[in-house]
């Protein structure tokens, strides 16, 4: 038989924001189809329309095209393959559901909610299943002349799968190898509902994943229970030979203590769990997100990848294609993966120093520019060289950096306590003269260098000199080196600055 073409799935509910655990799963599946020449299918599964969100489907495809996962066929990308949204393929399901039912493999059942709470009231640990079926009010126990009036009565009800006990099902796993479960701790799962026609999870997943030739299902830990359910499904169909190959990613668990990552360990420990800003249409909450928060989409899809799988090694920058050529699927840990969202600033960190300073100016300038401050962007540039090394996210820069486009105004207490001693405005004002008589200003070898030379000559330490010298260009004690300040200031600047200080600290 000839080998299938790769062709994965990500499937996303429209119930609100994207979780960074989907995020994950949705670079997994990018990384498997890349590597082996084959296509990312996005599929909306939307069949429970209690749940549905307005905007979050936008919200989804708007977060990839940010993040750079770039899909191949799907919902807002066309395929050959549609419709790709769940709740426009009711007429295909129902097909299916009626295959099911008149092979023996399924039956209607009409329980109502409250005969079912009875019944779990009754039977410790009740499920719906071999041995409590013929219990209940369904097609197994009632004659077919008072199913058929039931359902032309309009009565509501559902269709179950009929699960036969005692059978061994294997899920062969890339992650885990073989997963043996016994038919017996399965339930007769609910696949179809009458009150708003459409299949569950369960039944439409199992039709599409067939339908549209997906080879590979690679998801979340969570859905690991429901495997053997669907494998039980593809040989109620007769689709064996179909069958995708699973893998069931581990989970994605609390920075600290034990559980899966919520959104509530974000705004406990302050970090987004979400790739963007969400705004929640039901409760007017807003949550915050990694392009909001600073972050760069190949520094989130960087840390994402090594959570749950590593290549080896000591190297942790990868590009995309990168961790296209060495993912592994069979490698991913079977243990969860502690979020370590501290990691997540230090690669932020390391993609700031990697990416030039002509392209984090870019992104600096518009917040230059908030501040009222009108600068050519050879100037920006130049101070970003100075103080990129020194940020996780380029917002932090103005904070550091100001005082290359402002004047201090005042002076930090506790440095000018420290630094301006009875003679620094004596000292300070004969390095201004100093100053004024250096004609190569800008250049910092040149200017460093005729300081020095004169601090020797007159037996001035260098720290009583450049410390006050600090303070009066910049406010406090903080910066580059002093002589990378002045020469950007220029000369009458660095001067007007310096003069002030000694007029206001003495």
Same mark, same amino acid.
């Given at each position: 038989?000839?080998? !299938?073409?790769?062709?994965? !799935? ?10 960074? =655990?989907?995020?994950?799963?949705? #670079? ?27 905007? +979050?489907?936008?919200? $989804?495809?708007?977060?990839? @095209? ?54 779990? +009231? ?13 219990? *209940? ?14 359902? +032309? ?50 039944? +439409?997943? $199992?039709?599409?994943?067939?339908? *549209? ?46 559980? /899966?990552?919520? @959104? ?39 840390? #994402? ?71 050519? *962007?050879?100037? $920006? ?36 306590? @420290? ?5 620094? =405005?004596? *000292? ?32 001035? /330490? ?28 220029? @000369? ?15």
């Amino acid at each position: 038989m000839a080998e !299938r073409k790769v062709r994965v !799935r990500f499937a996303p509910s429209p119930t609100g924001a994207l979780h960074i =655990g989907g995020v994950r799963t949705a #670079l997994y599946n990018y990384l498997f189809a890349k590597q082996h020449g084959g296509d990312l299918v996005f599929r909306i599964e939307d069949t429970d329309s209690n749940r549905f969100v307005p905007g +979050a489907e936008d919200y $989804i495809i708007e977060s990839f @095209k940010w993040l750079g996962i770039k899909f191949d066929e799907g919902v807002s990308f066309g395929g050959n393959f549609g419709p790709y949204r769940q709740s426009e393929r009711r007429d295909i399901y129902k097909k299916y559901v009626e295959q099911l039912l008149e092979s023996d493999k399924a039956y209607i059942a009409f329980d109502t909610p409250e005969e079912l709470e009875k019944k779990r +009231a009754e039977i410790p640990n009740f499920q719906y299943d071999a041995t409590t079926r013929g219990m *209940m009010r369904n097609s197994l126990t009632l004659p077919k002349e008072e199913v058929d009036q039931l359902i +032309a009565d309009g009565k509501q009800y559902v269709v179950r799968f009929k699960i036969q006990p005692g059978e061994a099902v294997h899920v062969n796993d890339m992650i885990r190898g073989d997963v043996k479960i016994m038919s017996d701790i399965l339930d007769d799962k609910v696949l179809y509902k009458s009150a708003d026609q459409l299949p569950t999870y369960h039944l +439409a997943n $199992i039709v599409d994943d067939h339908l *549209m030739e997906i080879s590979h299902v690679i998801r979340g830990e969570e859905w690991l229970p429901s495997a053997p359910l669907h494998v039980l499904l593809y040989r109620a169909f007769g689709w064996e030979d179909t069958m995708p190959r699973f893998a069931h990613l581990p989970l994605l668990l609390k920075p600290d203590g034990k559980g /899966k990552l919520s @959104k509530r360990d974000g705004d406990r420990l302050g970090f987004p769990v979400f790739p963007l800003e969400w705004h929640d249409p039901k409760t007017g909450e807003v949550s915050n997100g990694y392009r909001e928060q600073g972050y760069f989409p190949e520094a989130v899809i960087n840390f #994402l990848a090594l959570l749950g799988w590593n290549p080896g090694g000591e190297q942790e920058i990868f590009s995309l294609d990168e961790l296209v050529g060495l993912f592994d699927i069979t490698k991913c840990s079977k243990a969860g993966a502690k979020f370590d969202f501290k990691k997540g600033v230090w690669f932020n960190h390391e993609y700031i120093l990697r990416k030039s300073s002509e392209e984090i100016a870019e992104l600096f300038a518009p917040i230059v520019k908030e501040h009222g401050i009108d600068e050519p *962007m050879e100037r $920006i540039t130049r101070v970003v060289a100075m103080m990129k090394d020194r940020v996780d996210f380029v917002k932090e820069l103005w904070p550091l950096c100001s005082f290359f486009f402002i004047a201090p105004t005042e002076y930090d207490e506790k440095t000018a306590r @420290k630094r301006w001693k009875e003679n620094t =405005g004596k *000292m300070m004002t004969e390095l201004a003269e100093l100053l004024e008589g250096i004609n190569d200003f800008e250049n910092i070898e040149h200017q460093e260098q005729t300081i020095v030379d004169w601090c020797q000559q007159k037996e001035y /330490k260098l720290g009583e000199i450049m410390n006050p010298f600090r303070l009066a260009l910049v406010g406090e004690g903080k910066g580059p080196g002093m002589c990378d300040i002045s020469a950007f200031l220029g @000369k009458e600047e660095t001067l007007r600055r310096l003069r002030r200080a000694i007029e206001v600290l003495g």
